[in-house]
């Protein structure tokens, strides 16, 4: 099973941006489908982006759609997610997930069996 590590996260101010990277360790990351989610003390988890296994779909919350873009790089076992013009209700720790996924869409947020720790986003001016 993969171990998954964030980074990138940090304070920025509102309309900054921010690129976090997750790094699986193992083989076979291709064979995974990877996600984004965010969770705000006291509140469940919220996927905010989604990607099969080769980065050709991917589905995004409508709260982050045209702001946030997740990406992976398979050779480098890596999956990102670009982050614009944030907001400070963008504040949250976000983490990593991945599932072994072989179809052609995104996994939806029930079947995501990996996680990784998390890295802290704060937006405030």
């Known amino acids: 099973q993969p171990q998954l590590a964030e980074s990138g996260g940090g304070v920025v101010r509102p309309g900054d941006s921010l690129r976090l990277s997750c790094v699986a360790s193992?083989?076979?990351?291709?064979?995974?489908?990877v996600g984004w989610f965010r969770q705000v003390p006291g509140e469940q988890r919220v996927l905010v982006a989604a990607?099969?296994?080769?980065?050709?779909?991917?589905e995004y919350a409508d709260s982050v759609k045209g702001r946030f873009t997740i990406s992976r790089d398979n050779a480098k076992n890596t999956a990102y997610l670009q982050m614009n013009s944030l907001k400070p209700e963008d504040t949250a720790v976000y983490l990593c997930?991945?599932?072994?996924?072989?179809?052609?869409?995104?996994?939806?947020?029930?079947?995501?069996?990996?996680w990784g720790k998390g890295t802290q986003v704060t937006v405030s001016s």
């Open positions: 997930a991945a599932t072994p996924w072989h179809s052609n869409v995104p996994p939806p947020a029930h079947d995501f069996d990996y």
């Open positions: 990607m099969d296994r080769f980065g050709l779909s991917s």
């Open positions: 193992g083989r076979g990351f291709d064979h995974y489908g």
